[in-house]
């Protein structure tokens, strides 16, 4: 991958998680859900890690990374959603998670976590299994 093109990513996910930032601020969730795909009745646990990832993915999490290092206050929901997004973009289909600690753990900023899966492995976003899913929004296929 050429220089330019790692930017391009970068400016991709940025822009992403930006429009992500003001649907959740500005939009109810109703309104913007099926732009991230089509509600998914398995809530089970992530698989463990350790299968190859698509050449794809690889340079969209880099780029999200880098991105998310660049934007204040880049909050996992944002971040994921771009993951998800640019996935799908390359072909790819991705299950965006959200999640919540367990009752007797809430309490905090961080009682809701999203994170995204390929082929039920975590590949953004892992928190380490502290969270249940609640819900997973698989993509939609690429256009």
């Known amino acids: 991958m050429t ?3 790692h930017r391009l990513r970068v400016l991709e996910a940025g822009a992403l998680m930006v429009l992500a930032r003001v649907l959740i601020r500005f939009a109810p969730f109703g ?3 099926n732009w991230l795909g089509s509600a998914v009745q ?7 890690a350790g299968r190859p990832l698509p050449h794809t993915i690889a340079p969209t999490i880099n780029a999200v ?10 909050r996992c929901l944002p971040q994921a959603i771009a993951v998800h997004k640019m996935a799908q973009r390359r072909g790819v289909q991705t299950q965006l998670v959200i999640g919540a600690l367990p009752g007797q753990q809430r309490g905090t900023l961080d009682d809701l976590h999203a994170w995204v899966e390929l082929d039920g492995q975590i590949i953004w976003g892992d928190s380490g299994g502290i969270h249940t899913p609640l819900f997973k929004l698989i993509s939609n296929k690429a256009k």
Do not use: E, F, N, V
């Open 3 to 5: 220089m330019w093109s």
């Open 31 to 33: 309104r913007w859900r």
């Open 42 to 48: 398995d809530a089970s646990p992530p698989a463990a």
């Open 65 to 74: 990374g880098r991105a998310s290092r660049r934007l204040p206050r880049a």
